[in-house]
């Protein structure tokens, strides 16, 4: 009897053990499954969780891709059905590497630049974890905070990659000779039709929160959280409220403030160096078009296009400032789509199929 009892009693130990180890293995395949290197983008590896991460941005555009390409629903089986030579899975898949390549070009560039030392996707885990924290314990302490209460990975993400991107070109264009007339005019006889064929008379509503007017954020923080406001009042706008309607919504530690503004040829230069970004969204928009927010010198804007009439091409002297911007800009962008071109990316096929 003894020896049947301590034989079951060494069965259950055998038993507990071997559970013990197979939930201890199961966690490490686990870890080791999130942490595996997808693809290799110049030398630098990323993980399944980085590249889940853009993947899961993929998915509402690509379901919009199917659903008008081929009227395919969404479905249990949806990601992985073949509607004619394409399949879900596979084209969010190479939307995402094609998205986390270009944006891994630039952050590897800023790290050549000095800019940022670290780039390893844990380590970006860490500072947004640190970050939620500090806010969590702000509010329990009910100081203002601007922006989410809590980012979540791909907000946090973005707003780290936009920020450095902004620091990395204006580096770039310190370094870089300053453009000489004759390319600027080359440029300007590139692109100027139809970004300068001259709306003599754009005038636009506005909705705005100033940045102290024009001395800049309080914090990053504070900047997100205008851009936020706006956005929910742009968003109203184009559901049938007024401007003035929009305006009178509470805007919690800021205050929305309405005018309308015209743009014309003899203000483009002023334009140019106070509020170029909206200059350029009026010059593209249609009657009754509402913009997303949009960052100036003076502060962020929401505009909508009351009326707008024809006219001749802007001269290139009306537009030589703006044009050093623009040139700028594409010159960034150019330098970009040349890495981008010489980009070495190495797939890890296995890792890379298992994903869904």
């Keep these: ?153 791909w907000s946090y993400y973005n707003y780290l990659f936009s920020n450095l991107v902004n620091d990395l070109k204006s580096k770039l264009k310190a370094q870089d000779e300053a453009a000489s007339d004759e390319t600027l005019r080359e440029f300007y006889n590139r692109i100027k039709d139809p970004l300068y064929r001259e709306k003599k008379e754009i005038t636009v509503e506005q909705l705005y929160i100033s940045n102290n007017d024009g001395q800049g954020w309080d914090s990053a923080e504070a900047k997100q959280s205008a851009f936020d406001k706006l956005q929910e009042a742009a968003a109203s706008v184009r559901k049938g409220a007024s401007f003035a309607e929009a305006a009178a919504h509470d805007g919690g530690t800021f205050e929305f403030q309405l005018k309308e503004q015209r743009f014309d040829q003899r203000s483009s230069k002023q334009d140019a160096e106070l509020s170029k970004a909206l200059r350029d969204w009026a010059m593209q928009a249609k009657k009754g078009q509402v913009s997303e927010p949009i960052e100036a010198a003076d502060g962020m804007y929401v505009l909508r296009l009351l009326t707008t009439k024809g006219g001749d091409f802007q001269t290139f002297e009306h537009v030589k400032e703006e044009l050093k911007i623009r040139y700028a800009e594409d010159r960034y962008q150019r330098r970009i789509q040349i890495l981008r071109s010489e980009a070495h990316v190495v797939v890890n096929t296995k890792h890379y199929q298992s994903i869904k």
């Design 1 to 153: 009897m003894k020896r049947r009892l301590k034989l079951m009693v060494a069965a259950g130990i055998l038993l507990c053990l071997t559970i013990m180890i197979t939930l201890y293995n199961s966690t490490l395949f686990k870890e080791s499954n999130s942490k595996a290197t997808v693809v290799t983008i110049n030398n630098t590896p990323i993980g399944t969780e980085e590249f889940q991460l853009f993947l899961d941005q993929q998915r509402s555009d690509t379901v919009g891709y199917f659903k008008e390409k081929y009227g395919a629903v969404d479905s249990p089986d949806f990601w992985t059905t073949a509607f004619g030579d394409e399949v879900p899975i596979e084209k969010a898949k190479q939307l995402a590497l094609d998205a986390l390549t270009s944006v891994k070009i630039q952050q590897l560039l800023a790290k050549q630049e000095g800019l940022v030392q670290e780039l390893d996707y844990p380590a970006f885990l860490q500072q947004l974890a640190k970050e939620n924290k500090r806010r969590e314990t702000a509010v329990q302490q009910k100081k203002v905070i601007y922006g989410p209460v809590q980012y979540d990975a």
